[in-house]
């Protein structure tokens, strides 16, 4: 049962898709502190969800702001990352009661999880004008289903988007991007995509092309697209200021730019230095901003990112001026004290993603002006869903691959989203494996993060276990910042079969990890989820923070830690353990439910078959278009003479027509 409360004058947000009836009694299991809510927790409650969050699965034990952020620094302290996704799934204690709370509003959400008192959950809108809804149901599972069903179907991307994706800040010109397409197949490496970050756009400007370094995209691209590797370009929320750009002077021109209080349009700095931002919230400038991607979808281009949506500012001319004011006001000074000095590092510290300059400017919703800070949450995602409108109307019937930084939920029914700007730390890494699930949970499907790590400088270890885990993430892409050591897989020569075999592993496996996405989209049920999601009633598996269920039939316990040549595993239940090195190289093992200690090396996945289940496998393939799914192994944990059927998935991959019955095939 869902029931929806509305309080004030609720911003529409267009993240639920059903329209309830508003309910007028009071609202079940929480009760009215001052300024929001708050929940008694048993001492062994579970809280998931909040989706892309720091710290663990359990979201217990610290405080968090949904207020959508450029955080280039991914820690535990921190308390906001680039996602607003305000749904909760309280199981209080075991056997107590288990709800959802989704708190639909579109500015900062403040949550105190067992922070200040460890037994007591608190959180509040900023503003007293917002929809609340509570979710109840059978179990965890059940919930995270209803809640999925309210919010819609999930965003599905072309099949080719589940192959490989190469990109790197840093690939400037033609040949750098042929050289990796080269280097790929020459190496017998699987790939898919690689993606163009802003160096392919003339001055960092959107929809542009620098012709200099990149004299004749259509011919690359279909080049790479006759090897079936797709480029997947970049576009940046911030338009640079520059009157010879048709662009920048047509956002001008229509008045489609966000406005300060004065009607000026706001103006900040990003990657092509000053730059406007279209507003979102506008159904015409969404459609006006969305137009604008034929300029690649006219030279083959059939995949994007949508990046910087937050939308991250550099610094506004205003915060930066009084800075350089301050700056020389102590240029002479021959002794400058400790106080000056911090006050300088303090303003410079401020100058990026500012709260004065976010509370600077304005949308125009239906005729009214709303400062920008009090919808915050809503403008990266109607960036995605401006692109994704415009695909319906540039590549009707076809599917894009679109994903973006920033998000909200309902912004899942447009785009995927990937996780940031991460770093190459082990920390990251089970960042990534604890991400998953509560992104998804929030209908984030096609999510991943970057592979080897976005900062920092990786090693081929941690690339390695990273990829082991990436392997099962619907979005694998392998990403790193300019300036960082390259971390492309050809270039870790001596580890090189490694990280084939596992690439390998991830094309064979994907009958069954294309099959499980499109159950999880067309049936509004998960791909990742918590272990406790399938064994509420053990207490052991609610604690488990590094084993994700995958699919109908599959349990992952990635390796997270550095040096490491093993590690604990806990089976709720026995389980088939296959210990891989490749799709055709593994020791198979029935395990016995309970706690176990299970060795490890740096070149073995471990994958659990749960009883009852059959995961078909294809022959590795260099390419997502070449994987044979005619010919498949049947990997199952079957007792003697039991039967089992597995509802494999096949389309083409391209077009929208998924709820065509033909699409789903017995195999057993
Ligand atoms: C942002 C993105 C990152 C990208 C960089 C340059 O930091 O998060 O992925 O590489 O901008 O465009």
């Known amino acids: 049962m869902i029931q929806r409360f ?93 709800f959802g709370v989704f708190i639909d509003f579109p500015g900062k959400v403040y949550y105190d999880i067992g922070y200040s008192e460890h037994d007591v959950l608190r959180f509040h809108t900023e503003e007293p004008n917002y929809e609340l809804y509570i979710l109840t149901g059978k179990n965890e599972a059940a919930i995270a289903k209803a809640f999925r069903k309210l919010i819609g179907r999930s965003y599905i991307p072309p099949k080719w988007a589940f192959g490989l994706a190469q990109s790197r800040f840093g ?35 959107d929809f ?19 090897q079936n590797i797709r480029l997947v370009p970049i576009i940046d ?36 230095g000053k730059a406007y931002f279209a507003d979102f919230l506008r159904p015409e400038v969404r459609e006006w901003f969305g137009s604008w991607y034929h300029t690649l979808t006219d030279l083959g281009i059939e995949g994007f990112w949508n990046d910087m949506n937050e939308p991250a500012l550099f610094y506004s001319p205003e915060r930066l001026r009084e800075l350089l004011d301050y700056a020389a006001s102590l240029r002479n000074k021959d002794n400058i004290e400790h106080h000056e000095f911090f006050g300088f590092v303090g303003k410079v510290m401020k100058l990026m993603n500012s709260p004065e300059d976010y509370a600077s400017f304005y949308h125009e ?10 919808v915050h949450n809503l403008y990266g995602g109607n960036m995605t869903r401006a692109a994704s409108e415009a695909f319906d109307r540039l590549r009707p019937g076809k599917r894009t691959l679109l994903y973006s930084r920033s998000s909200f939920i309902g912004s899942h029914r447009y785009g995927g989203i990937w996780l940031g700007d991460n770093h190459s730390s082990w920390a990251q890494l089970l960042a990534n494996i604890q991400l998953m699930p509560n992104v998804q949970m929030c209908g984030f499907l096609y999510a991943g993060a970057d592979l080897c790590g976005f900062d920092g400088d990786t090693t ?14 619907p979005l694998m892409r392998n990403h790193s910042s300019s300036g960082t050591r390259d971390q492309e897989y050809f270039r870790f020569t001596k580890e090189l079969p490694a990280f084939r075999k596992m690439l390998e592993l991830r094309y064979a496996l994907l009958p069954y990890l294309y099959s499980e996405f499109m159950k999880a989209a067309l049936e509004s049920t998960p791909y990742f989820r918590p272990l406790a999601f399938d064994y509420p009633d053990d207490s052991d598996a609610r604690t488990v923070e590094d084993q994700l269920l995958l699919g109908e039939g599959l349990m992952v316990a990635p390796v997270y830690t550095q040096n490491a040549v093993g590690r604990h595993v806990y089976l709720p239940e026995s389980m088939k353990l296959l210990r891989l090195r490749s799709v055709e190289d593994y020791d198979e093992e029935i395990l016995p439910a309970g706690h176990h200690y299970l060795p490890c090396a740096l070149n073995e996945v471990l994958l659990f078959i749960r ?38 998935y096949t389309d083409d991959g391209e077009t929208k027509t998924y709820e065509k019955a033909e699409n789903w095939r017995m195999v057993e």
């Open 611 to 648: 009883p009852g289940c059959i995961v078909p496998v294809a022959a590795p393939a260099e390419c997502t278009a070449q994987l044979d799914e005619e010919h498949l192994t049947l990997w199952s944990n079957l007792s003697a003479g039991q039967k089992a059927v597995y509802r494999m």
């Open 237 to 272: 929320a911030g338009i640079r200021i520059n009157p010879n750009d048709k662009a920048c002077q047509e956002g001008l021109e229509k008045g489609y730019f966000c406005k300060k209080a004065d009607g000026k349009p706001f103006v900040a700095a990003v990657w092509p």
């Open 6 to 98: 509305s309080f004030g004058r609720p911003f529409p947000t267009g993240s639920v898709v059903e329209t309830l009836p508003i309910a007028t009694g009071d609202v079940p299991f929480l009760t009215p502190d001052e300024s929001g809510w708050k929940l008694t927790l048993a001492e062994d409650a579970v809280v998931y969800g909040l989706g892309e969050m720091p710290r663990g699965i359990n979201k217990r034990s610290w405080h968090y702001i949904t207020n959508n952020t450029d955080e280039s620094h991914h820690g535990e302290d921190k308390l906001s990352y680039y996602g607003a996704h305000n749904f909760l799934l309280i199981r209080n204690g075991l056997g107590g009661d288990c």
């Open 171 to 205: 690939y400037k010109t033609e040949a750098d991007v042929r050289e990796i397409a080269r280097q790929y197949r020459k190496n017998q490496l699987p790939l898919d995509m690689i993606c163009m970050d802003i160096d392919y756009m003339q001055d960092y400007a």
């Open 365 to 374: 919703v239906n005729g009214e002006k709303i400062r920008h800070d009090r």
């Open 460 to 473: 081929s270890d941690l690339a390695l276990r990273w990829l082991e885990f990436g392997l099962f993430t």
């Open 208 to 226: 542009t092309v620098n012709k200099d370094r990149f004299p004749d995209l259509k011919k690359l691209s279909d080049d790479l697209k006759a």
